[in-house]
């Protein structure tokens, strides 16, 4: 493998993709590897913004109905603009709420427990507020979550077997929720199959598409998928707690929702102001109150991006770039006791690079001290992502030769091995 950072050079001139670096505000001196957590602001992002907040100006309450963006429109039309990005009908998404927020929506909407069938299966490794809003809505239900949640164990605390999946998809289960991307180690679930698998035994399942929304394509609608949900905040680059979005494959449409609000009204009979509930026919449904139009806005600018360059391309760089970071780190850090922990076939990773190491969160520290902008996930992990919109592939070089430097030096042994409050 060439080392070299001439050649890093000659990857960036040959991508096709580099020309976006120029539309994101990254800091002098700083290589930006945390996308994964929170995406960068881009200048289409803040012009859209901007033209959001001017409508709110000009128009006043008029900005409902008139100006560039109907507001009262906004959440479906950004639906559709995303609905190519995981592989859905227009109408099948919505930008609304936020992931936790969204997932009891449609927990609430798609658990059904029915005779013998009353547990829901999820996995160990999920994040916590995925498993707190479940074991919450299980609760409200009047079951012991400790009984009724299944969370499938890990073998190695960083994956999960899918065959393990598969078999504890017992006929006691009514529904299944998933990450599309396990949040700390990057592995990517084989959805396709997973559906296919619950589907034969009668159950629904959802996914959590927070780590790969933006950064992988999906087929969710061809895959029959019962509902999806996911942050734009991380690879989507809708700044910090941008509003969420949620998928109802169409085959549902119609199902009433769990929390019932008046922006999931069939938009001509919203203002009728009726006591009486008439739900939207699409996934627009789902929604409850007010979309939150200025937390909204950025996406508009971030999504035209995405319809540009397209989530092929960005998945074929950050393949590549994964791929290259690894292959550094092998070849630089092999000496250190690091791990790398996210599976390495192209099918099942994400889009950050899981590098374990016993002395993560001082590493981590001694990394932002040098300029790169990494996160810490406890006990032992160093997450790095190379996004493909604005990180170049000298910049994975670079970042790689500092943390050589750290480590040679152990520069990292001035800090404490403890996180911080938001690692
Ligand atoms: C996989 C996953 N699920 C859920 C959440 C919670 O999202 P939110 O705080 O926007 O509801 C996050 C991120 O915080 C996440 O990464
Ligand atoms: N949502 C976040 C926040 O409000 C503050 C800091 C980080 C986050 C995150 O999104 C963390 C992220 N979900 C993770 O994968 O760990």
Redesign the pocket.
């Known amino acids: 493998m060439d080392l070299s950072r001439e050649y890093a050079k000659e990857l960036d001139a040959q991508d096709a993709l580099s020309v976006y670096r120029d539309e994101f505000y990254i800091q002098p001196e700083t290589i930006y590897m945390d996308g994964n957590?929170l995406g960068l602001l881009s200048k289409r992002a803040e012009k859209s913004v901007l033209e959001l907040l001017d409508s709110w100006k000009t128009l006043g309450i008029n900005g409902w109905m008139q100006g560039g963006h109907p507001w009262f429109y906004l959440s479906e039309k950004l639906g559709k603009m995303s609905a190519s990005l995981v592989g859905a009908k227009a109408e099948e998404v919505v930008v609304t709420g936020?992931?936790?927020?969204?997932?009891h929506q449609l927990v609430s909407t798609f658990y059904n427990p029915q005779g013998k069938r009353t547990k829901i299966l999820a996995d160990e490794l999920?994040?916590p507020?995925?498993i707190y809003a479940l074991q919450s809505q299980l609760k409200l239900r009047g079951y012991d979550p400790d009984h009724h949640l299944i969370r499938v164990k890990s073998r190695d605390g960083r994956l999960i077997d899918e065959d393990d999946i598969i078999g504890n998809m017992h006929e006691d289960v009514a529904l299944v929720v998933l990450?599309t991307v396990l949040?700390r180690s990057g592995q990517l679930l084989d959805i396709e199959r997973l559906t296919k698998e619950a589907h034969n035994r009668g159950i629904m399942i959802g996914f959590?598409g927070?780590?790969s929304a933006g950064a992988i394509p999906h087929e969710f609608h061809k895959w029959g998928v019962d509902f999806a949900y996911w942050?734009n905040?991380?690879y989507l680059n809708s700044g910090p707690?941008g509003v969420?979005s949620l998928f109802v494959h169409e085959k549902h449409f119609g199902k009433v929702p769990g929390l019932a609000g008046w922006f999931g009204s069939d938009k001509e009979k919203q203002f009728d102001m009726e006591h009486t509930f008439s739900p939207a026919k699409d996934a627009g449904a789902f929604q409850i109150g007010t979309p939150h139009v200025m937390s909204v806005a950025p996406l508009l600018g971030s999504l035209e991006m995405f319809e540009e360059a397209t989530i092929d391309k960005v998945r074929e760089k950050s393949l590549r770039s994964t791929r290259y970071l690894m292959d550094l780190i092998e070849a630089e850090l092999s000496s250190h006791g690091f791990v790398i922990g996210n599976p390495k076939e192209d099918e099942y990773r994400g889009g950050h690079v899981c590098l374990e190491h016993t002395e993560a969160a001082r590493i981590c520290k001694s990394l932002k001290e040098h300029g790169i902008v990494p996160d810490f996930r406890a006990p032992n992990v160093i997450r790095l992502a190379p996004v493909a919109l604005y990180v170049s592939y000298e910049e994975v070089w670079e970042t790689v030769q500092i943390m050589k430097r750290i480590m040679d030096e152990k520069l990292y042994e001035k800090h404490e091995n403890k996180r911080e409050i938001i690692a």
């Open positions: 957590s936020s992931t936790t927020t969204n997932l999920n994040f507020s995925d990450p949040y959590d927070c780590h942050c905040y991380k707690g969420g």
